[in-house]
């Protein structure tokens, strides 16, 4: 069974800083892990992605705020820092990955729970 689990949220005052954490299990191979955020009544949006080759793409909001990273030592594990937050960045943040949970399987999208992160301004 592949269980995302996501650590690292919270209340924080604008400009200043959160670090994410997401591990992943259960999973046979990733192709790319991200980090997804749904604030309300809007959808859910890409804010970041590294992908198995380490190539990394983000949202044109928090270019140069936002760093993905993950654990070289555990490809299973990816981090996303964010400096100089925003109140517009409040939201509930998702990690996901793309991948098999088996040798043969199909790709799929696997999430997290979420994780709330508030910027106060």
Do not use: H
Not at 36 to 54: D, F, M, N
Not at 98 to 107: I, K, N, V
């Amino acid at each position: 069974q592949v269980q995302l689990v996501e650590s690292g949220g919270g209340l924080v005052q604008a400009g200043g800083s959160l670090r994410l954490s997401c591990a992943a299990s259960g999973i046979f191979s990733i192709v790319a892990m991200g980090w997804y955020r749904q604030a309300p009544g809007k959808q859910r949006e890409l804010v970041a992605r590294i992908t198995s080759g380490g190539s990394t793409n983000y949202a044109d909001s928090v270019k140069g705020r936002f760093t993905i990273s993950r654990d070289n030592a555990k490809n299973t594990v990816v981090y996303l820092q964010m400096n100089s937050l925003k109140p517009e960045d409040t939201a509930v943040y998702y990690c996901n990955a793309e991948g098999r949970s088996r040798r043969y399987d199909s790709l799929s999208d696997y999430w997290g729970q979420g994780t709330q992160v508030t910027v106060s301004s």
